[in-house]
């Protein structure tokens, strides 16, 4: 059973599944961010917690099935070269992209609860989350800009 499940979920596979999963998250997030519906399952554990699924998959999948060494991962903060070299191997790209994918998706998650709990417009972080989801930093940024305004204060850390 679990070759079948190795030979439908191929890397091309996972890739379009977790870039179309994550979007019914997003669209949630940004245009219904206060609703009951993104508080139960976007702003929860419910979308990381499919998404750590994936990952572990991915790398149970890479080390025990690929072979893979884990340990040339390392490779990437000797020196620019060292992490072009590891962008290219597939395995390591899908790894990335999942996780990638999770970390803004849960900045976004935060950015509504902290975003409610200033009783911010939920206008006002339409264009955070929209950049969040594209360039999270610049958007976690941007939104801290504004909720200065709102929390009326400049607070380094919560």
């Known amino acids: 059973m679990l070759e079948q499940i190795n030979t439908y979920f191929t890397f091309e596979m996972i890739y379009l599944w977790v870039n179309l999963g994550v979007l019914p998250f997003w669209l949630l997030l940004i245009i219904f961010p206060y609703s009951q519906i993104c508080r139960v399952f976007t702003t929860s554990i419910f979308p990381i917690f499919i998404l750590s699924l994936t990952y572990g998959y ?11 060494n884990l340990l040339i991962n390392f490779n990437l903060y000797f020196g620019f070269d060292d992490l072009s070299n590891l962008f290219s191997d597939r395995s390591f790209l899908i790894l990335f992209w999942v996780h990638f994918l999770a970390i803004n998706l849960f900045c976004g998650g935060w950015i509504v609860k902290d975003s409610q709990r200033f009783n911010i417009n939920k206008t006002l972080i339409f264009f955070p989350l929209l950049i969040t989801y594209l360039v999270g930093p610049i958007g976690l940024t941007l939104y801290w800009i504004i909720r200065i305004f709102y929390a009326k204060r400049i607070s380094l850390y919560d």
């Open 58 to 68: 991915l790398l149970y999948t890479i080390v025990f099935i690929e072979d893979y």
